[in-house]
């Protein structure tokens, strides 16, 4: 995820990098370096040529194939998750038919006993035959007759009631089972509008080319993503690192009351907030900055995203990391604030969980959403905070 706007940064980075010693960058890294190197040199001349327009083109183009790619695999994800809970389904469904193929038997049976009992007079005839026993060998004999009958019917009533209940539970977990499968299919359809909205933004900015600058366009992408492979979140990080420097710390704001607890906005709010956000991705990154003209910082960025509900965050992504409540990862749902240790140690960066484990934030390639348990951000991950909820 990288833009035109930095080129010049990566060949001062690309640079220095090639001057470290062996043991800092390993052989691998060090020829892919020194071949994306060359090609940069290659087109350097007619990338200085293009027009402003060119870098902001070139900056969208990288934010939304990036986020493409990561709702491809979210939508891959949920397509295997689906077709499991489908299997799971079936197997559920194949077995209380069996239950009641087994219930109906019984019941079967029952009613065969019952019948019978009618018309041999109900229970005056199990006392008939007491009464007709020759001497007392014969009556007990006869009880202990009349009481196996009678403990094979209250068996048999006693299975059809366990059945029952087995046929309950059974459907019981088939509902769970059926809601959590349309769970699915619901995120699968909201993952694959997400993707045909952001391909659509992408021919967007390809119509608004000639067919020289596309053709460069694909040239120099094709370049960058040979240096993104290597180090493209580490390069954000260091660039980050030097734009603090320059700029130092960000104020934080006053007049504005931490969050304590979770604010209710309901489902609706939930998807609201979400929606928003994702309308942003491709806008450039700002250090300090707090609106979409001209861009957002991290924190500027679930601020003023945040502020669309009503809900008013602390400035800083520190300050935010003190707010909410603490969600563990495995019970990360959207909407939620997620934070990593970036460029400084603590809360240095804070992006918005939109589920699948994926954010949407503002680095400093711009707004993207990004996958947070790949090889980047998984070991920088601090935590999670709980700001809106349904």
């Not at 809601?179 to 694959?192: C, K």
Request: with cysteine; hydrophobic share 35%; proline share 2%.
């Amino acid at each position: 995820m990288r833009f035109y706007a930095k080129c010049c940064i990566y060949l001062l980075i690309v640079s220095f990098l090639l001057t470290l010693s062996p043991w800092e960058i390993d052989a691998a890294s060090y020829a892919q370096l020194n071949a994306a190197k060359h090609l940069e040199k290659q087109t350097q001349n007619q990338i200085e040529t293009n027009s402003s327009r060119m870098n902001r083109t070139e900056a969208q183009l990288v934010s939304l194939k990036t986020s493409l790619d990561e709702l491809d695999q979210s939508i891959s994800k949920n397509q295997a998750e689906v077709s499991k809970e489908s299997t799971t389904l079936q197997g559920l469904q194949t077995r209380e038919s069996e239950e009641e193929a087994v219930r109906e038997s019984l019941v079967q049976s029952f009613n065969e006993v019952l019948v019978s009992t009618y018309e041999n007079g109900g229970g005056a005839e199990y006392l008939t035959i007491l009464l007709q026993a020759a001497n007392w060998q014969d009556f007990l004999w006869r009880l202990d007759a009349v009481a196996a009958i009678l403990k094979h019917n209250q068996a048999l009533q006693q299975n059809i009631i366990s059945q029952n209940q087995i046929i309950k539970g059974q459907e019981a977990t088939i509902g769970q089972d059926m809601a959590g499968l349309q769970a699915a299919i619901d995120q699968e359809n909201q993952l694959v509008s997400l993707k045909k909205q952001t391909a659509s933004n992408e021919q967007v900015v390809l119509s608004g080319l000639s067919s020289k600058q596309r053709q460069l366009e694909e040239q120099k992408l094709g370049q960058l993503n040979a240096i993104n492979d290597i180090q493209q979140e580490l390069l954000d990080q260091e660039e980050e690192a030097k734009i603090a420097a320059k700029n130092g710390p960000i104020r934080s704001e006053g007049g504005i009351t931490s969050i304590t607890h979770p604010v209710s906005v309901g489902s609706a709010g939930i998807s609201s907030l979400i929606s928003h956000a994702e309308g942003y991705i491709g806008t450039p990154y700002v250090w300090g900055g707090t609106t979409p003209s001209p861009g957002f910082d991290c924190s500027g960025f679930t601020q003023y995203v945040f502020r669309r509900l009503g809900i008013d965050l602390k400035r800083t992504s520190e300050e935010q990391y003190l707010e909410g409540t603490p969600i563990s990862e495995n019970a990360l749902e959207p909407g939620d604030l997620v934070f990593f240790s970036t460029y400084a140690s603590g809360a240095s960066h804070v992006g918005i969980y939109i589920g699948n484990d994926l954010m949407v934030d503002s680095e400093v390639s711009g707004v993207i959403i990004d996958n947070i348990t790949n090889n980047y951000w998984a070991p920088r991950y601090l935590g999670a905070k709980r700001i809106a909820e349904t």
